[in-house]
């Protein structure tokens, strides 16, 4: 079956840092890739996605590319803020039997202080 | 924007009693979730529907059930609450699998005593 990887939290950065979050995946056929983010007391919402090899997300200064030869879709960004702190999915999702299937990663908080 | 609504943010219940969580979505979506989120757990799928009356057991159904009676509002059942179901419980919509994300209501904080 499909899964993803993500590291471990929590990560912890200074304000101005720059931020990976390193997320793999396995999975059969072609699948979207996203990355979502959860802001405390809130539901999930979406950050960025790519829908084939090589397709660049990128949404508020976060990128991050499909990379079908290393089964990769790594979060960066360049200069993170206090206001980015928060909890980030990876998930992939693949169409198989004409409904989606959706694969979270176990999330990965982060914190950014002043 | 979509909008995905869940009726409650906080829920206190006691052991043994029926709960309903609702849900509703204004985009039209034919594919509805309904998650629980635990710490250290992530995101764990408990049913999903594709249509109107159909439903599909996701990956920890055990005790509770689902109703889609119209397209736009789907509910999660819990028959007889125990402590064990405390958590959080997302609702979510999304569109034309697989490149459509999913839309998530802001959660329901279920608490059973």
């Known amino acids: 079956g499909n899964s993803v990887t993500q590291m471990e939290g929590p990560v912890t950065l200074s304000e101005e840092a720059f931020l990976t979050i390193n997320c793999t995946y396995t999975?059969?056929?072609?699948?979207?890739l996203f990355w979502y983010v959860q802001y405390p007391g809130e539901g999930l919402q979406l950050l960025l996605k790519a829908t084939k090899a090589d397709d660049k997300g990128s949404n508020k200064g976060f990128e991050a590319t499909y990379r079908k030869e290393t089964t990769s879709f790594h979060l960066e960004k360049g200069s993170v803020q206090v206001s980015d702190s928060a909890v980030y999915f990876c998930a992939l999702s693949d169409g198989s039997g004409g409904y989606q299937k959706v694969t979270f990663g176990t999330g990965t908080k982060l914190q950014v202080i002043p | 924007d979509v909008k995905v609504t869940q009726s409650s943010r906080y829920l206190v219940k006691r052991t043994g009693e029926k709960v309903f969580l609702e849900c509703v979505q204004d985009?039209?979506?034919?594919?509805m979730f309904w998650y629980r989120q635990d710490p250290g757990l992530g995101l764990r799928l408990i049913y999903f529907s594709y249509d109107v009356k159909m439903k599909e057991k996701g990956d920890i159904p055990e005790g509770y059930s689902v109703s889609r009676e119209k397209k736009e509002r789907f509910s999660l059942i819990l028959e007889s609450a125990s402590t064990n179901q405390t958590s959080m419980y997302l609702c979510?919509?999304?569109?034309?699998?697989?490149?459509?994300?999913?839309?998530f209501g802001n959660g329901t904080r279920l608490t059973v005593t």
């Open positions: 999975a059969t056929g072609y699948p979207s």
């Open positions: 979510a919509s999304g569109g034309d699998p697989p490149r459509s994300p999913l839309h």
């Open positions: 985009m039209d979506h034919e594919n």
